[in-house]
């Protein structure tokens, strides 16, 4: 087989592992042109590298976009940055299948946002073995540690994911109710009805961008007296999924102000989360997603 063969042999083999490594890296990274960029740094480093003895490529470049990853998240711990993750969206009609792979085992933004208060080696620690099955001696040797801990940092980081949010529901009827019933009382004004549908102890942030503000507001009273702010949404809002969770787009015209999801859990709406920075969402196709 010539170099040229042998190389085309090697992209065909590494398309094949294209959608895990965009999973990976999304989960490691929150933001999707990082992720694109990570597993593009893994088929450079593949393309020079030689694998001829290599018997998992699969595993090896899962373990190489890790460490690309981990270079990436302590510079941006040094810049002091953490948005809030790019959305996966997709429209009412179901996840598309190049998507499958972002949202497989419901990585809703509850649980990016969780991960990026992780350390790096934490992080990595957690997404490589309890997210993608990486055996800990192959992540030992990423991060420069032992197994053992290796071991310690991901159940750290597990009780850590865990213990930040109520679990979700997992049936998608239920959630898409809850969400409905909140957006009607809130187009209703109906301020009773908001708080049969809120947890008492419902968050919601936004992340207005770089130039925008971002908030944080707790408690349902606090939540559903401000509900007017959902206006724009329940009189131009486009239903979608984000991240496989029932959320809006709000919208003025055709032009994008707005990404809301939710967490839903026991019945209730426990977390509402905003992206409304106009550099990320100046991105999104609007026709693709109705």
């Known amino acids: 087989m010539s170099e040229q063969e042998s190389l085309a042999s090697l992209a065909g083999r590494f398309e094949e592992q294209r959608p895990r490594l965009r999973a990976v890296a999304y989960r490691m990274l929150g933001s999707l042109g990082e992720a694109e960029d990570a597993v593009q740094e893994a088929w450079l480093r593949l393309s020079r590298a030689d694998v001829s003895e290599v018997r998992n490529l699969g595993g090896w470049l899962t373990t190489v976009v890790g460490r690309v990853c981990l270079d990436m998240l302590r510079s941006r711990t040094a810049r002091r940055e953490e948005p809030m993750p790019d959305p996966v969206l997709s429209g009412p009609g179901g996840v598309e299948p190049e998507q499958r792979a972002l949202v497989a085992d419901e990585v809703g933004i509850a649980?990016?946002?969780?991960?990026?208060?992780?350390?790096?080696?934490?992080?990595?620690?957690?997404?490589?073995?309890?997210?993608?099955?990486?055996?800990?001696?192959?992540?030992?040797?990423?991060?420069?540690?032992?197994?053992?801990?290796?071991?310690?940092?991901?159940?750290?980081?597990?009780?850590?994911?865990?213990?930040?949010?109520?679990?979700?529901?997992?049936?998608?009827?239920?959630?898409?109710?809850?969400?409905?019933?909140?957006?009607?009382?809130?187009?209703?004004?109906?301020?009773?009805?908001?708080?049969?549908?809120?947890?008492?102890?419902?968050?919601?942030?936004?992340?207005?961008?770089?130039?925008?503000?971002?908030?944080?507001?707790?408690?349902?009273?606090?939540?559903?007296?401000?509900?007017?702010?959902?206006?724009?949404?329940?009189?131009?809002?486009?239903?979608?999924?984000?991240?496989?969770?029932?959320?809006?787009?709000?919208?003025?015209?055709d032009e994008v102000r707005s990404v809301v999801t939710f967490s839903v859990s026991g019945g209730r709406i426990s977390a509402i989360y905003i992206l409304n920075d106009p550099e990320r969402l100046r991105t999104i196709d609007v026709e693709s997603l109705r």
């Open 111 to 253: 649980l990016m946002i969780v991960l990026g208060t992780l350390a790096p080696a934490e992080r990595l620690a957690f997404v490589l073995h309890d997210l993608f099955a990486v055996p800990f001696d192959e992540i030992a040797e990423v991060l420069g540690r032992s197994p053992a801990a290796v071991r310690q940092l991901a159940s750290r980081a597990r009780r850590r994911v865990e213990g930040a949010a109520p679990a979700p529901d997992t049936d998608a009827a239920h959630r898409r109710a809850a969400v409905d019933a909140f957006l009607a009382a809130a187009r209703n004004g109906d301020f009773e009805a908001l708080l049969a549908v809120l947890d008492p102890d419902v968050v919601v942030r936004a992340d207005g961008g770089a130039l925008g503000p971002s908030s944080l507001r707790r408690g349902a009273r606090n939540v559903a007296s401000g509900a007017a702010t959902f206006g724009p949404l329940m009189d131009a809002g486009l239903p979608v999924l984000v991240n496989g969770q029932p959320g809006v787009l709000g919208l003025t015209g």
